[in-house]
Structure formats: structure tokens, C-alpha cells
């Protein structure tokens, strides 16, 4: 399948010392949906920025659709569509009146009711921008990135703050642009979403990709089968290597008071943890149970949740 997205060994260093991005590489299908995911600071927006054509990098190459922005900056914004976290929109205008705002952007727009109809926002076309609730903002400001009819959409931290419905809705337009051969790059602050919707992803950290893959291959890889937390009568950091020796253990964390085990066989594991606490004249306070998820890999690539600060 051909690249939409490429770049290789790219670099944006600010005031000459500070590197917020050092030699990241990406590759991005057309018509996938990709993710890229990483701890505030990491370099993630920096990244997006320079993808989207928004800030220039230090050095390294950037190509959207076999094409650069240095050459090809008016073909480039025809054939994308960018909503940020917050897009600022006039409150004096009415919704259809900002659709159609935008679609006067592009030489070849989508008809403005038609995006407004996908989007579930036609009864409100005429409503204006300021009485909109915060699920049809965030899904009009979807809207006008659609409108231009995007071939690739970025779309950043596109359900922050919304219900879980509105979320829903928004995968389902998601998936749907995706369907018709749309490119998708997101970010976003939940796990859940980035394993539903994502083909693949990466997580980035200190400006460089730490790992790359398809969700059910990076926990497959570095987040083992399961979890297995649990909290002891007197909880020390100094047992980590007593419970890394517990058969089956491939990783120890402390995580608010609990002991997060990484394990590929708790039948094993489980019998082991309970004679083990048994001999230490301790007593359990909690135990649980759990598939690994994306958001193991993360704290264990990181050391950090995905949406500390």
C-alpha cells in the first residue's frame, strides 16, 4: 500500500539547544488509521505541527502524498483536513454560515448541508455557533475539516471533553472517512479510543518513536497476556524483586499502592503470589485480574499514564 505520510530523521530544535523533536521517523499507509501517542512533552505536537505544514522543521523530510511543502503547499492544503483540540470558531455565526465559510477554503468542497447531515448537525444549521453544546462543537469543528474534502484528516485530541455518546458518535464518522479511503492521523488521551479505531500507532517520547505496531501487537510484545494487581497488608517497593521472581512475571510496577504484575500465565503466577504472601505472615488487601491493555504498554515504555501531566 502506498505512504500517505513520511518522514524521515526529523528534527525541530528551539533557541538551538532545546530538541523537542530528534530524528523521528514515521510511515503512514494511505488509508489507514494512524496513531501517535506520548506523554505531554514528548514531542507529539511538535510532530503533528510539522506534518501539517504549520511549522517548519530543523532538518529531516517531510512528505504527505508524495509531495513536500516547500513545493507543493496550496495542492497539499486542498487535500487536508485539520481539527485541533480547540478550534476556535465565531460565535456570531450560524452553523451553516461557518460551513460554508469554510468550504469557500477549497477549490473543490463538499456540499456544506451534506457535511452538516453527516455530522448530525443539520437541525441545528441554523443555530448559532455560541449556543452549541460542547459535543457540537467539537463535531462541527470536525465538520470543517471535512468540508474540503480531505483525502488525509488530522485530527487532535478530537473527543477531549466529551460524552460518551458524542464519543461514539465521532468514531463512527471516523471510521466511516476511513472507509471511503481517507487517511487518518489522531491523537488522543484515551486508550480505549486509540484501540478501537487505530490500525497502528506509535508512541513517542523525547521526541524519537519508542515503539511502533498494531495495538494488539505492541501489548502482544511488551504488555504480556495479563495484569495481576494486588495490595499487601505492609506494601514496600523493596519486594519488587521478590514478586519478579514469581513464575511467569515479566515486569513489576507500584501504581498508587497496588503491585501491578506483567504476566503471560496467571495459573501459574496467582498460586505462587499467595503462598508467597502466605510465608511473609502478610495478608492480601486486594487482588484483581485483567487482560493487558495499551495502557500497560504505555506506563511501561514511559513510566508515566498517558494523561499525567
Same mark, same amino acid.
Given at each position: ?25 514515521? /510511515?503512514?499507509?494511505?488509508? %489507514?488509521? @494512524? ?35 516547500? !513545493? ?11 481539527? #485541533? ?10 452553523? #451553516?454560515?461557518?460551513?460554508?465559510? @469554510?468550504?469557500? @477554503? ?7 448541508? /451534506? ?7 443539520? %437541525? ?121 521472581? #514469581? ?34 505472615? !502478610?495478608?492480601?488487601?486486594? #487482588? ?22
Amino acid at each position: 500500500m502506498a505512504s500517505a505520510i513520511q518522514c524521515r530523521d526529523l528534527r525541530k530544535t528551539y533557541d538551538g539547544k532545546v530538541e523537542a523533536v530528534r530524528g523521528l521517523n514515521l /510511515e503512514i499507509e494511505a488509508g %489507514e488509521c @494512524f496513531g501517535l501517542l506520548g506523554p505531554n512533552g514528548a514531542g507529539k505536537t511538535t510532530t503533528i505541527e510539522i506534518l501539517e505544514g504549520l511549522l517548519a522543521p530543523t532538518s529531516g523530510q517531510v512528505t504527505i502524498l508524495g509531495q513536500n511543502w516547500k !513545493e507543493n503547499e496550496r495542492e497539499l492544503r486542498e487535500v487536508m483536513g485539520i481539527s #485541533l483540540q480547540e478550534t476556535r470558531l465565531s460565535e456570531k455565526l450560524t452553523v #451553516l454560515e461557518t460551513i460554508k465559510l @469554510f468550504s469557500g @477554503f477549497y477549490r473543490q468542497p463538499r456540499a456544506p448541508l /451534506e457535511v452538516l447531515e453527516q455530522m448530525q448537525l443539520s %437541525e441545528k444549521a441554523n443555530s448559532w455557533v455560541g449556543k452549541l453544546s460542547g459535543g457540537q462543537r467539537q463535531r462541527l469543528a470536525v465538520a470543517t475539516a471535512l468540508v474540503g474534502n480531505p483525502k488525509i484528516l488530522f485530527l487532535d485530541e478530537p473527543t477531549t471533553g466529551l460524552d460518551p455518546q458524542s464519543r461514539r458518535q465521532l468514531w463512527d464518522i471516523i471510521r466511516r472517512f476511513q472507509q471511503a479511503g481517507g487517511t487518518v492521523l489522531l491523537t488522543t488521551h484515551y486508550m480505549d479510543e486509540a484501540e478501537r479505531l487505530c490500525d497502528r500507532l506509535a508512541i513517542v517520547d523525547h521526541g524519537q518513536v519508542i515503539a511502533e505496531g498494531t495495538p494488539a501487537d505492541l501489548i502482544e510484545r511488551l504488555g504480556g497476556h495479563h495484569m495481576v494487581e494486588f495490595q499487601v497488608s505492609v506494601h514496600s517497593n523493596s519486594d519488587t524483586a521478590a514478586w519478579r521472581a #514469581l513464575p511467569g512475571v515479566e515486569s513489576v510496577r507500584h501504581d498508587n499502592g497496588l503491585v501491578c504484575l506483567n504476566v503471560r500465565e496467571p495459573h501459574l503466577t496467582i498460586p505462587a503470589l499467595l503462598d508467597a504472601v502466605e510465608k511473609e505472615g !502478610e495478608h492480601l488487601l486486594h #487482588l484483581t485480574t485483567r487482560q493487558a491493555s495499551l495502557e500497560d504498554v504505555f506506563v511501561r515504555l514511559t513510566g508515566r499514564h498517558l494523561r499525567e501531566d
